[in-house]
């Protein structure tokens, strides 16, 4: 993230491969984490409760696309990475059934012996990621006690406060990750695809987002300074 280039010796330096969709992933995440702070921003003031109400689905519809496709993203990169470096074969038969959080951990050792810092902001907003992405595809109804409607309410506040800090892990995960991944496996190897514009040229970072970007970019600079 410095635009120096970080070069970690890697098994396969290029690769072919097909079916690669981190980047898609990685890319809606962003557009409907952008399109929920823009739904947000709206002053609704004016709107009577049919609209409010509309407005409250579209945020928690983007909000949770975000967080599911910052989750799919970041499963689908550290799979290719380890596909391309280590074989589909052997990626198959002994880290396909690890949890994301431990891919992330243990393959770039494998392939370069070197890892993310597990007392790092990346690590630990990973792993609010794949909470949150866990307690949506897999969610479970409970049953409502009416008995205690102070509770209830309270509950749902909990609830709504940690869907918050959920959808606001989503994308600051990704831009951490990857930031951090330039420095652990070097930009031309980063599994998420390096976010350093002097080695990403094409990069645009959506107006909305550039806040998130340059806070994620000084926390991981100051890290590896």
Same mark, same amino acid.
């Given at each position: 993230?410095?635009?120096?280039?970080?070069?970690?010796?890697?098994?396969?330096?290029?690769?072919?491969?097909?079916?690669?969709?981190?980047?898609?992933?990685?890319?809606?995440? %962003?557009?409907?984490?952008?399109?929920?702070? %823009?739904?947000?921003?709206?002053?609704?003031?004016?709107?009577?409760?049919?609209?409010?109400?509309?407005?409250?689905?579209?945020?928690?519809?983007?909000?949770?696309?975000?967080?599911?496709?910052?989750?799919?993203?970041?499963?689908?990169?550290?799979?290719?990475?380890?596909?391309?470096?280590?074989?589909?074969?052997?990626?198959?038969?002994?880290?396909?059934?690890?949890?994301?959080?431990?891919?992330?951990?243990?393959?770039?050792?494998?392939?370069?012996?070197?890892?993310?810092?597990?007392?790092?902001?990346?690590?630990?907003?990973?792993?609010?990621?794949?909470?949150?992405?866990?307690?949506?595809?897999?969610?479970?109804?409970?049953?409502?006690?009416?008995?205690?409607?102070?509770?209830?309410?309270?509950?749902?506040?909990?609830?709504?406060?940690?869907?918050?800090?959920?959808?606001?892990?989503?994308?600051?995960?990704?831009?951490?990750?990857?930031?951090?991944?330039?420095?652990?496996?070097?930009?031309?190897?980063?599994?998420?695809?390096?976010?350093?514009?002097?080695?990403?040229?094409?990069?645009?970072?959506?107006?909305?987002?550039?806040?998130?970007?340059?806070?994620?970019?000084?926390?991981?600079?100051?890290?590896?300074?």
């Amino acid at each position: 993230m410095n635009g120096q280039h970080n070069h970690i010796p890697h098994p396969r330096e290029s690769s072919a491969r097909s079916n690669v969709l981190y980047g898609t992933y990685f890319k809606i995440a %962003e557009t409907d984490f952008c399109n929920c702070l %823009e739904v947000l921003a709206i002053d609704q003031s004016p709107l009577n409760e049919d609209e409010r109400y509309k407005l409250e689905k579209e945020v928690n519809n983007f909000a949770l696309k975000a967080i599911v496709f910052a989750a799919m993203s970041v499963e689908s990169a550290i799979n290719d990475y380890a596909g391309k470096h280590l074989g589909d074969k052997y990626y198959q038969q002994h880290l396909a059934s690890l949890d994301l959080i431990s891919k992330w951990i243990i393959i770039p050792r494998l392939v370069c012996e070197r890892s993310i810092d597990k007392s790092g902001a990346a690590y630990n907003s990973l792993k609010t990621l794949v909470s949150a992405r866990n307690k949506l595809v897999h969610n479970k109804s409970e049953e409502i006690n009416f008995s205690d409607p102070y509770a209830v309410i309270k509950k749902q506040e909990k609830r709504s406060e940690e869907f918050k800090r959920d959808f606001h892990s989503s994308l600051k995960t990704l831009y951490l990750l990857s930031m951090e991944m330039d420095f652990v496996v070097g930009q031309m190897q980063n599994p998420l695809g390096t976010l350093d514009s002097a080695f990403n040229p094409s990069l645009e970072v959506p107006e909305l987002a550039k806040e998130l970007f340059k806070n994620c970019k000084d926390t991981v600079l100051k890290k590896y300074s």
